[in-house]
Nanobody, 129 residues
Framework: QGQLVESGGGLVQPGGSLRLSCDASGFTLDYYHIGWFRQAPGKEREGVSCISSSDGTTDYADSVKGRFTISRDNGKNMVYLQMNRLKPEDTAVYYC??????????????????????WGQGTQVTVSS
């Protein structure tokens, strides 16, 4: 079983940027959808973005479209979330997660917590002046 380790979180001012990384050691990323999720205090975990195994199709929550970009480097077993023009409402713990989906299945990921089975421990992102 692989392990997911997030990094890159921190404190940033509104309008700033952060790049989150997810080290997916032990996973053959070609065979997995990858998702980024977040959970703010007192709120349910929600999908932020995902990228599909089959064709690299991406999906984003409406709240982050145009500001966040997900990417993957299967050769390095790394997944990234570039976050620009950050807002205070982006403050949350951010998690990466995997869902097994062989590329021959041809399925596309969804930003659905229940679809993903393996999770990292999370990294805190705080947007505040």
């Amino acid at each position: 079983q692989g392990q997911l380790v997030e990094s890159g979180g921190g404190l940033v001012q509104p309008g700033g940027s952060l790049r989150l990384s997810c080290d997916a050691s032990g996973f053959t990323l070609d065979y997995y959808h990858i998702g980024w999720f977040r959970q703010a205090p007192g709120k349910e975990r929600e999908g932020v973005s995902c990228i599909s195994s089959s064709d690299g199709t991406t999906d984003y929550a409406d709240s982050v479209k145009g500001r966040f970009t997900i990417s993957r480097d299967n050769g390095k077993n790394m997944v990234y979330l570039q976050m620009n023009r950050l807002k205070p409402e982006d403050t949350a713990v951010y998690y990466c997660a995997t869902e097994f989906s062989h590329p021959l299945y041809g399925t596309r990921c969804r930003n659905n917590v229940g679809d993903f089975g393996s999770w990292g421990q999370g990294t805190q992102v705080t947007v505040s002046s």
